[in-house]
T-cell receptor
Framework: GNSVTQMEGPVTLSEEAFLTINCTYT??????LFWYVQYPGEGLQLLLK?????DKGSNKGFEATYRKETTSFHLEKGSVQVSDSAVYFC???????????FGAGTRLFVKA | EAGVVQSPRYKIIEKKQPVAFWCNPI?????LYWYLQNLGQGPELLIR????????DSQLPKDRFSAERLKGVDSTLKIQPAELGDSAVYLC????????????FGPGTRLTVL
């Protein structure tokens, strides 16, 4: 079945550091890929998405590229801020389907 | 525009007691989801509604869990009786109705079973 694997946290960075959170997936066909973010005390929010190979999703300085050849969708940001501290979830949804499969989440701490 | 509303935010009960969670989705959203999120894990789908119809409840443990969405708007998820292993966060989400639509999540209800 479909699955998502993302790097374990926590990840601790200093402000303005470069961020990478790795995500790989297993799926049949051509799934859509997502990154969600969960800030403390809040619900999950969609951060970015990509629906086909080589698409790049971007939002709030974050970006991720759908790499079918490596089945990956790594999240990157060039310069993190303290306000980026949150839990980040990689997720996929099969073609035409409603069921979203989430990774375990990666907690990010950014120090001032 | 109000987001997805859930209540209560926190609930502590003793095992074998019943518990219920309530969700009000974003106005106009036909699709409603209930997810279970264990500590340190991602959300896992329990049930999905299209209007008042449960179209995917394959992951709902039906011996103790039940859900309803009688008028196709707000929804209730119930556990009876609760077990220690049910301690988790229960998330509700909604979307407009097609598979391409973004899901909007509520803040969740954190359940602790003692």
């Amino acid at each position: 079945g479909n699955s998502v694997t993302q790097m374990e946290g926590p990840v601790t960075l200093s402000e303005e550091a470069f961020l990478t959170i790795n995500c790989t997936y297993t799926a049949t066909g051509y799934p859509s890929l997502f990154w969600y973010v969960q800030y403390p005390g809040e619900g999950l929010q969609l951060l970015l998405k990509a629906t086909k190979a080589d698409d790049k999703g971007s939002n709030k300085g974050f970006e991720a590229t759908y790499r079918k050849e490596t089945t990956s969708f790594h999240l990157e940001k060039g310069s993190v801020q303290v306000s980026d501290s949150a839990v980040y979830f990689c997720a996929l949804k099969g073609t035409g389907g409603f069921k979203t499969i989430f990774g375990a989440g990666t907690r990010l701490f950014v120090k001032a | 525009e109000a987001g997805v509303v859930q209540s209560p935010r926190y609930k502590i009960i003793e095992k074998k007691q019943p518990v219920a969670f309530w969700c009000n989705p974003i106005s106009g959203h036909n699709t409603l989801y209930w997810y279970l999120q264990n500590l340190g894990q991602g959300p896992e789908l329990l049930i999905r509604y299209e209007n008042e119809e449960a179209v995917d409840d394959s992951q709902l443990p039906k011996d103790r869990f039940s859900a309803e969405r009688l008028k196709g708007v707000d929804s209730t998820l119930k556990i009876q009786p609760a077990e220690l292993g049910d301690s988790a966060v229960y998330l509700c989400a909604s979307s407009s109705g097609t598979s391409e639509d973004t899901q909007y999540f509520g803040p969740g209800t954190r359940l602790t079973v003692l």
